[in-house]
């Protein structure tokens, strides 16, 4: 118990070098966050090869499976329509990746690769850039009128700016709900345990009655793992669905 002494529980979120190496002063040194991304791909390609040889009667992987999907394709059929469909494939994925990473951040001295704000901007801004690229290409420079709202020619100088920062707003937005979330719900449960095995140095029967609460606030972070992958797919179909109904709206 001694070694909780001193540990703070913001440590699961630093990046720490496994193998330190440098070459042409670039450091590529493998830390913890990238060599748990890659267990992340040989485990999602492992369990797709497991999983594509699909049964008639399904194993309990395969129906988690088929749950999601069914899951995902009715967002996507609700917040984006028939014609949304094109763009289930990206959004099941993000989903799953989103949620996958989420839940490995429950393992012991496992790393939340989400919580890590670089990751989550990184693929935030890549998915919000690619989709007002999607609407530059499928409108033209007409797509840019969505900056411009219908209002008289002078409020044009002070609303235009905040339309245009408001659209890049949600790059950061769309990451830092994530991460902090995951940041606080795994700080919460480490905070929990720390006092109960704390308290159970003091006398051991207390282990049993405050295991109760740790499985409560457990349960709580599964769901919010799952909550925040959901969050997450609704949002970006919302901002998809500004593109892709763009010209159903008038401006």
Request: aromatic share 18%; proline share 3%; glycine share 6%.
């Amino acid at each position: 118990m001694s070694s909780l002494k001193g540990y703070s529980p913001l440590e699961q979120f630093e990046v720490v070098n496994i193998i330190s190496f440098s070459k042409f002063g670039l450091d590529l040194s493998l830390t913890n966050v990238v060599f748990v991304f890659l267990l992340f791909v040989l485990f999602i390609y492992l369990f797709v090869r497991k999983w594509y040889h699909f049964t008639m009667i399904p194993s309990i992987t395969q129906y988690l499976m088929e749950s999601l999907f069914v899951f995902v394709n009715k967002i996507v059929k609700n917040q984006l329509g028939e014609s949304g469909m094109a763009y289930f494939p990206l959004i099941f994925v993000m989903f799953n990746v989103i949620l996958i990473n989420n839940l490995l951040g429950l393992i012991p001295n496992g790393v939340a690769l989400t919580s890590h704000i670089i990751i989550i901007i990184f693929i935030s801004f890549s998915l919000i850039t690619s989709i007002f690229y999607l609407g530059l290409k499928k409108y033209n420079l007409k797509f840019l009128k969505i900056f411009i709202p219908t209002c008289p020619f002078l409020l044009l100088l002070i609303l235009v700016p905040i339309e245009i920062f408001s659209y890049m707003i949600r790059l950061f937005s769309l990451a830092i709900r994530l991460a902090a979330n995951i940041v606080a719900g795994h700080t919460l449960v480490y905070i929990v345990t720390s006092f109960i095995f704390s308290v159970g140095i003091l006398k051991y029967w207390l282990y049993f009655i405050l295991l109760l609460p740790l499985f409560g606030i457990l349960v709580l972070e599964f769901g919010i793992c799952f909550l925040q992958a959901y969050v997450f797919v609704i949002l970006l179909c919302i901002y998809l669905g500004d593109v892709l109904n763009y010209g159903n709206t008038k401006h």
